[in-house]
């Protein structure tokens, strides 16, 4: 067993869940509600029933068929390894009641220091050298120093006013990227427009924090569109032209993915792939792991 995290090494496909090295965080220090996601209710600090005392799942190959849907959706970003080996040095929760509560406290600190850093990441690799790439790989190292820290010193990071500091950046990272994929199209994009509801449809569309919970959006030409924010809860985006365009913050639950295009889409992370629904014809970028619900 490693007892270096994988963070450590800086690439966007090292800020996943590593479970062998984690004390089941996830499993403990998060609250369940019950939902279509849960069967139970379950306190923040108290273990799932279902984790045993080697911090495994007991039923993780049927947890889908057991109610636990969004046990199959969670992803900590590799910061359940990193608060269990590198912040707390390997001591577990069930050692002390001062180790537990602050190990509890600092996981979902470290967890969206790791998503930041993900999207910095990912910033840092689609935009120009000569632009602001020197200040996002700048921005990156600090936000990874941050997670490095010792526990009383992650307690008292605002994890706010870091995103707050990042959003321009990351903002002119997407607006970049997509402005390439739609300047090297010279197809007549309006042919390609739909209208839903009041909302235009096409490549290149603002949809920023638009609800489009359930929207027939099959074989829609999105490449290059924001979804920034988004709610696309249960949409039907089978055969949709997703290239390029930007996905933080888009809530994908049950949208149905099936022979869509993601590849280089801005922003989208293994959580929301694993909150969607999909076959063998969706097409991902390398580095995400294809949910097993989606058969294929």
């Not at 295009?261 to 629904?277: H, K, S």
Request: net charge negative; aromatic share 6%; glycine share 10%.
């Amino acid at each position: 067993m490693t007892t270096r995290t994988r963070v450590t090494l800086g690439r966007r496909e090292d800020l996943g869940a590593d479970c062998a090295n984690c004390f089941g965080l996830c499993c403990v220090a998060l609250a369940f509600t019950r939902s279509v996601d849960f069967p139970v209710d379950k306190p923040a600090g108290d273990p799932c029933t279902n984790l045993d005392g080697a911090d495994a799942c007991t039923i993780h190959p049927r947890l889908r068929a057991e109610g636990f849907r969004g046990c199959t959706v969670f992803d900590c970003s590799g910061a359940g390894q990193k608060v269990s080996r590198h912040t707390f040095a390997g001591r577990s929760w069930r050692d002390d009641d001062a180790t537990r509560q602050a190990m509890f406290a600092a996981f979902p600190v470290v967890r969206r220091l790791h998503e930041l850093l993900r999207y910095l990441d990912e910033a840092i690799t689609i935009t120009p050298a000569d632009t602001d790439a020197e200040r996002l790989t700048r921005d990156f190292e600090r936000v990874r120093a941050l997670s490095d820290a010792d526990p009383d010193t992650i307690l008292g990071i605002d994890v706010d006013a870091e995103y707050d500091a990042a959003r321009p950046l990351l903002l002119a990272a997407s607006r970049n990227a997509r402005a390439l994929v739609r300047g090297g199209d010279s197809r007549d994009t309006r042919a390609d427009e739909r209208r839903v509801g009041r909302l235009r449809v096409g490549p290149g569309a603002d949809l920023v924090g638009a609800d489009l919970v359930g929207a027939d959006l099959r074989r829609a030409d999105l490449r290059g569109a924001s979804l920034r924010g988004a709610l696309l809860i249960g949409a039907d985006l089978t055969g949709a032209e997703l290239r390029s365009c930007e996905c933080i913050g888009a809530d994908l639950r049950d949208a149905d993915l099936s022979g869509a295009d993601l590849r280089g889409a801005v922003f989208l992370t293994q959580m929301q792939v694993n909150a969607a629904r999909g076959d063998a014809d969706t097409r991902l970028d390398d580095g995400f792991q294809r949910p097993t619900h989606w058969g294929g």
